[in-house]
């Protein structure tokens, strides 16, 4: 199966209302397999550092979907750095059609997480802070629990930790993946989501974002799951619900899910949880998967437990 490769951009997309962070800049590393990757690095905007955030985005996400996030990062003191996954945003894209939604492996996105920021470390001060959110947090989470990448603490948003998939569709994947169909949509793409239909946040102008932004770059957009996608996030699941190597987590970890998702399995927050020796994880009220993407009120919660993840850290 053939990769696709967009024209490299040297600029952000941009589109009003939407301000990136201070002092940002777009830049390009290789990933494995000379892919070309995409990344965004801003600088502290405090006289001395507090450090470094890693914001990890969900799948369809991209970087210029988190530049409010990035800001309010730059505004607690943090230098900051967002990746494109392979096959999304504008990194190159994993099969010859771009829309469809694949990885190979996990471990294609934890050596893109971690020579990303190994390129970058120059730039970026120390101590590291991750935050995760939804697929984002499945790379994170088994990025530092095989110890790729040293952060000193870890926030996640609506962690894809477990995924609401019966045995029958776990046999149907596997079964696909055996047949060669790896590559192929796990569900036809549907009709276009409006705001009414969603089920990710309560803010319009926060859902409204990510549609502006595909107008203004129609490339960044991405559809639904391969079955090869489907087969790796249970594999990497399956890793990293281990109780041994969640007990080997070593930094403070914050954990925000929402009361009503309707896309990750709440449960599996609970359960990992557990077994993490330094883990704060709250339900917030009201909350759609989205968190960071959610009104005002919700995302505050959010920032309020973030806040205390950097006390109990000492950053």
């Avoid at 009414?196 to 991405?222: F, M, S």
């Avoid at 391969?226 to 281990?242: D, M, P, Y």
Wanted: charge should be negative.
């Amino acid at each position: 199966m053939a990769e696709t490769s967009f024209e490299k951009r040297e600029t952000f997309v941009q589109i009003p209302g939407n301000p990136e962070p201070d002092g940002a800049e777009l830049i390009w590393f290789k990933g494995i397999g000379g892919r070309q990757l995409r990344a965004c690095v801003a600088p502290s905007t405090a006289t001395k550092p507090r450090g470094t955030a890693i914001i990890c985005p969900g799948r369809t996400e991209f970087i210029e979907k988190y530049f409010e996030t990035a800001r309010d990062l730059q505004a607690r003191g943090f230098a900051l750095v967002i990746l494109d996954w392979p096959g999304q945003g504008l990194s190159d894209r994993l099969l010859d059609d771009p829309a469809k939604g694949h990885i190979d492996r996990f471990e294609t996105f934890m050596g893109a997480l971690a020579n990303g920021l190994e390129a970058l470390n120059d730039r970026l001060p120390r101590p590291y802070v991750s935050v995760a959110h939804s697929m984002g947090g499945a790379i994170a989470l088994a990025t530092i629990a095989q110890k790729l990448v040293r952060v000193e603490a870890a926030a996640f948003s609506a962690p894809m930790w477990g995924l609401p998939i019966n045995a029958a569709v776990r046999y149907l994947v596997w079964a696909m993946r055996v047949m060669g169909k790896s590559g192929d949509y796990a569900r036809q793409p549907g009709p276009a989501e409006t705001f009414e239909t969603n089920i990710v946040t309560h803010d319009e102008a926060r859902w409204q974002l990510q549609r502006d932004l595909v107008d203004a770059a129609p490339e960044l957009e991405l559809g639904p799951v391969t079955w090869g996608w489907l087969g790796a996030s249970i594999n990497i699941l399956n890793q990293t619900r281990k109780p041994a190597l969640l007990r080997d987590i070593d930094v403070p970890v914050f954990v925000a899910s929402a009361e009503q998702e309707q896309l990750v399995d709440n449960r599996a927050h609970a359960r990992t949880a557990k077994y993490l020796p330094n883990c704060e994880h709250i339900t917030i009220a009201g909350a759609r998967h989205e968190i960071l993407m959610e009104t005002d009120e919700i995302r505050t919660q959010f920032w309020d437990g973030f806040d205390q993840l950097l006390v109990r850290a000492s950053i």
